[in-house]
């Protein structure tokens, strides 16, 4: 079993990118999906989650209004949407999936891919 992320790069402030996640060895329909980031000598700390139907969707405060999380079913896959992205989004980005939405949330998730690097310049 894997998730994969990709879309990672160097951007400007103010700027876009649009992370995926495809997961691999099984299907995660029913998971709850998240997006969680880590910069340099911080604590991984949470970004977004989203419930199995795409129905619910939570954000971290420092993201509101600025991310987006989607998923494609079909596709077994998870979307961040980055934008007006600031140089302190800077992280490695992680997707996790998990069938409990807290467990998603607290960053206790079964499944975590290998991480994506988001560079952000001023």
């Known amino acids: 079993v894997q998730l994969v992320e990709s879309g990672g790069g160097l951007v400007q402030a103010g700027g876009s990118l649009r992370l995926s996640c495809a997961a691999s060895?099984?299907?995660?329909?029913?998971?709850?999906k998240g997006w969680f980031r880590q910069a340099p000598g911080k604590e991984r700390e949470f970004v977004a989650a989203?419930?199995?139907?795409?129905?619910?969707?939570y954000y971290a405060d420092s993201v509101k209004g600025r991310f987006t999380i989607s998923r494609d079913n079909a596709k077994n896959s998870v979307y961040l949407q980055m934008n007006s992205l600031k140089p302190e989004d800077t992280a490695v980005y992680y997707c996790?999936?998990?069938?409990?939405?807290?467990?998603?949330?607290?960053?206790?998730?079964?499944?975590w891919g290998q991480g994506t690097q988001v560079t952000v310049s001023s």
């Open positions: 996790a999936a998990h069938p409990t939405y807290a467990e998603v949330v607290s960053g206790k998730s079964d499944y």
């Open positions: 060895g099984r299907t995660f329909s029913s998971y709850t």
């Open positions: 989203i419930n199995w139907s795409g129905g619910s969707t």
